[in-house]
């Protein structure tokens, strides 16, 4: 069975200051994409960044940076420079085959002014 | 263009009634799927369409469940004889094809709620 593990169920930050998500997961699949996710409020899934499974070198978008770990099965998610829209659920994921995604439970972000 | 679009919003139906959620993919997205999302959950695989191949069907909880798309167009998630347990945020999503690097588009989601 294909599982993902977000063990941090709340998270809270200041604004400006940096919060890293964890994730873990558990697949025998060898090509396989991670991924981060934000769901606000309004419930519209929002990609943050993707990993390729194959790729050593870790993603990184603006703010936003991955540290992956493929041998220890570990992704987790580093949010710098932490703003009050970033306050959402996160989500860690991976897909595999025909990208069906498998989610984790999500961890709950609030950024405080 | 527009997104991936998703009618009703919210829909509240009593124990036992059917009831329909519809999905509007991005236009030329071959890949569709559907997610359950119980409160302060994950989201769950429900089932997959990509074109005119068999759909995947194994995240389907039980038969009172059901789903259809004509070809690459709108998908309808039709779930009978609905339960207290079916009460969850339905999400589509939609991609170009179904690969493993293929990112996914959301729709806002339908909240279904069974008195």
């Known amino acids: 069975a294909q599982t993902v593990t977000q063990s941090q169920p709340e998270m809270s930050v200041q604004e400006a200051e940096t919060v890293t998500l964890s994730c873990t997961y558990d697949t025998s699949e060898s090509n396989y994409y991670l991924f981060w996710y934000k769901q606000p409020p309004s419930r519209q899934m929002i990609l943050v960044i993707r990993?390729?499974?194959?790729?050593?070198q870790n993603a990184t978008e603006n703010r936003f940076s991955v540290n992956f770990q493929k041998a220890a099965k570990s992704f987790s998610l580093k949010i710098s420079d932490s703003q009050l829209g970033d306050t959402a659920m996160y989500f860690c994921a991976f897909s595999t085959s025909y990208g069906k995604l498998t989610f984790g439970q999500g961890t709950i972000l609030t950024v405080h002014p | 263009g527009a997104g991936v679009s998703q009618s009703p919003s919210n829909k509240v139906t009593e124990k036992g009634k059917d009831v329909e959620l519809r999905c509007d993919p991005i236009?030329?997205?071959?890949?569709l799927y559907w997610y359950r999302q119980r409160l302060g959950q994950g989201l769950e695989f429900l089932i997959y369409f990509q074109g005119n191949s068999a759909p995947d069907k194994s995240g389907l909880p039980s038969d009172r469940f059901s789903a259809e798309r004509t070809g690459e167009s709108v998908s309808t998630l039709t779930i009978q004889r609905t339960q207290q347990e079916d009460s969850a945020v339905y999400l589509c999503?939609?991609?170009?094809?179904?690969?493993?690097?293929?990112?996914?588009?959301f729709g806002p989601g339908t909240r279904l709620t069974v008195l």
């Open positions: 999503a939609s991609s170009v094809v179904g690969d493993v690097d293929n990112e996914q588009f």
């Open positions: 990993q390729e499974a194959y790729k050593q």
């Open positions: 236009s030329g997205h071959t890949a």
